[in-house]
């Protein structure tokens, strides 16, 4: 009986986070006029970790760092995606995320909802080599979205350079060979605007 109401645990969390699926993001695919939802968004860090590890600027546990960028905007169910250029709202509303973190996680058997709040903390928190990476890759993938689409968001919401330059400096942490990398495509996009 004690699996079954296990199982009947991880079963309800697996369609709670069905969820996230819904929650749209200002970013747009890649080329696209079509929104990127939250799945999608964390389906693609993972497959980034994957690909782009070799490149953190210290070694880290792969697995997770995966397990960060696929639970880390699942609180997003109940606290909803902050745009990263906002000005009307702190993206930093760990607040009000933890107390999603604690309901949604909350759903999963008790050692599950444990682990998870921990790795979403640490992931949050951005201290370790991990969480430093695994927010390299955070903001990594909508620069390449907006540079695909012709500047995306920072066009459509007259982001200037310096402001997102401030909200992807994490990226340097994480890795500097991405960092580098990306500020040359940056700079290329600027040149060419």
């Known amino acids: 009986m004690k699996e079954l109401s296990r199982l009947m ?9 069905d969820k996230l699926k819904y929650i749209q993001r200002k970013t747009k695919l ?30 880290i546990d792969t697995l997770k760092v995966l397990k960060m960028v696929l639970l880390h905007d699942i609180v997003e169910i109940d606290a909803g995606d902050t745009f990263l250029y906002d000005t009307t709202k702190n993206h930093s509303n760990t607040d009000e995320e933890l107390i999603a973190a604690h309901r949604i996680f909350g759903i999963l058997p008790e050692d599950m909802t444990k682990d998870f709040i921990e790795i979403w903390i640490e992931f949050e928190n951005g201290e370790t080599n991990d969480a430093k990476f695994a927010k390299a890759i955070d903001r990594l993938e909508p620069i390449l979205q907006n540079l695909s689409n ?11 350079f310096d402001i997102v330059y401030q909200k992807i400096d994490k990226i340097k942490d994480g890795s500097s060979f991405l960092w580098d990398h990306i500020d040359e495509l940056i700079q290329e996009f600027r040149d060419q605007a």
């Not at 645990?9 to 986070?17: L, N, P, W």
């Not at 079509?34 to 953190?56: F, G, I, K, Q």
């Not at 500047?151 to 459509?156: D, I, K, S, V, Y």
Request: glycine letters at 4%.
């Open 150 to 160: 012709q500047g995306g968001t920072w066009t459509e919401f007259n982001v200037p």
């Open 30 to 59: 890649f080329n696209s006029d079509r929104h990127e939802n939250d799945a999608e968004h964390s389906w693609h860090l993972a497959m980034m970790v994957m690909v782009l590890s070799e490149y953190a600027n210290a070694p």
């Open 9 to 17: 645990k991880q079963m309800e969390f697996i369609k709670e986070i």
